[in-house]
């Protein structure tokens, strides 16, 4: 019922900054929460950051508080996460995920995922 697309990845050198957006289609987007969650290589999928339906609450791991913030803009059907001072050990593929429910730091609770978008951040 929802796709999504992950784009805004790419290189960027220690220290810098990226954001990423994901873009949601086939269903009112303000009714799902969202989150992201990223895989470095030989990794679990691990989770990042959440917000819920209407962005009035949002969660960090503790790894990105304070240098990572995730926002969403519903008229435009989409959610970013703004990325900064990024560190080499945070290179890994970033998903995007949405539930009908509300937010949450668990990959199982989702339903719906995106691609994935490269992050690679060099030393």
């Known amino acids: 019922q929802v796709q999504l697309v992950e784009s805004g990845g790419g290189l960027v050198q220690a220290g810098g900054s990226l954001r990423l957006s994901c873009a949601a289609s086939g269903r009112t987007f303000s009714t799902y929460a969202a989150g992201w969650f990223r895989q470095a290589p030989g990794k679990g999928r691990e989770f990042v950051a959440t917000?819920?339906?209407?962005?009035?609450?949002?969660y960090y791991a503790d790894s990105v508080k304070g240098r990572f913030t995730i926002s969403r803009d519903n008229a435009k059907n989409t959610v970013y996460l703004q990325m900064n001072s990024l560190k080499p050990e945070e290179t890994a593929v970033y998903y995007c995920a949405a539930r009908f429910s509300g937010s949450s730091t668990r990959e199982e609770d989702y339903n719906y995922w995106g691609q994935g978008t490269q992050v690679t951040v060099s030393s």
């Open positions: 917000i819920s339906r209407v962005g009035s609450t949002t």
